[in-house]
T-cell receptor
Framework: GNSVTQMEGPVTLSEEAFLTINCTYT??????LFWYVQYPGEGLQLLLK?????DKGSNKGFEATYRKETTSFHLEKGSVQVSDSAVYFC?????????FGGGTRVLVKP | DTGVSQNPRHKITKRGQNVTFRCDPI?????LYWYRQTLGQGPEFLTY????????KSRLLSDRFSAERPKGSFSTLEIQRTEQGDSAMYLC????????????FGPGTRLTVL
């Protein structure tokens, strides 16, 4: 079956640091890939997505590239802010349902 | 705001009781999904509707769980004879099958079974 593996947190870093969250997936076909973010006390929000190999999704300074050869979709941001503190979920969609990773908590300190 | 809404936001119940949650999707969205999220984990798919038809159910959805979407708009998720293991956040999402079919999530209903 499909699965998503992402690095465990928490990830603690200072403001303006570079952030990378690794995500790899297993799928039988060619899924669409997503990053969702959950800010404290809020619901899941779509951060970015990519629907085919080599696509790059980007939003709010975050980027992720769909790498079919390594089955990866790593999330990156060049300079994080305190407001980026949240839990980040990598997910794939094959068919009509999303399969999520376990989430990575990110804490950005001033 | 016309996002996905869920009610109630919190529910505390005693083991053995029945509970029902409601989800109102984004208007015009024809697809509706239920997920369950336990503490420290990612959401897990439970079931999915296209209009009023329930098209897919996870093996996680035991016989005690039932979901409906009678008129193709709002949906309800009922859990009968609740157990402590049912304690979780129940998330609803909706999407439009034409176009990107991106799923948008509601704030969730947090269930605590005592």
């Amino acid at each position: 079956g499909n699965s998503v593996t992402q690095m465990e947190g928490p990830v603690t870093l200072s403001e303006e640091a570079f952030l990378t969250i690794n995500c790899t997936y297993t799928a039988t076909g060619y899924p669409s890939l997503f990053w969702y973010v959950q800010y404290p006390g809020e619901g899941l929000q779509l951060l970015l997505k990519a629907t085919k190999a080599d696509d790059k999704g980007s939003n709010k300074g975050f980027e992720a590239t769909y790498r079919k050869e390594t089955t990866s979709f790593h999330l990156e941001k060049g300079s994080v802010q305190v407001s980026d503190s949240a839990v980040y979920f990598c997910a794939l969609r094959e068919g009509n349902k999303l399969t999520f990773g376990g989430g990575t908590r990110v804490l950005v300190k001033p | 705001d016309t996002g996905v809404s869920q009610n109630p936001r919190h529910k505390i119940t005693k083991r053995g009781q029945n509970v029902t949650f409601r989800c109102d999707p984004i208007s015009e969205h024809n697809r509706l999904y239920w997920y369950r999220q336990t503490l420290g984990q990612g959401p897990e798919f439970l079931t999915y509707f296209q209009n009023e038809a329930q098209l897919e159910k996870s093996r996680l959805l035991s016989d005690r769980f039932s979901a409906e979407r009678p008129k193709g708009s709002f949906s309800t998720l009922e859990i009968q004879r609740t157990e402590q293991g049912d304690s979780a956040m129940y998330l609803c999402a909706s999407s439009l099958s034409t176009g990107t079919d991106t799923q948008y999530f509601g704030p969730g209903t947090r269930l605590t079974v005592l």
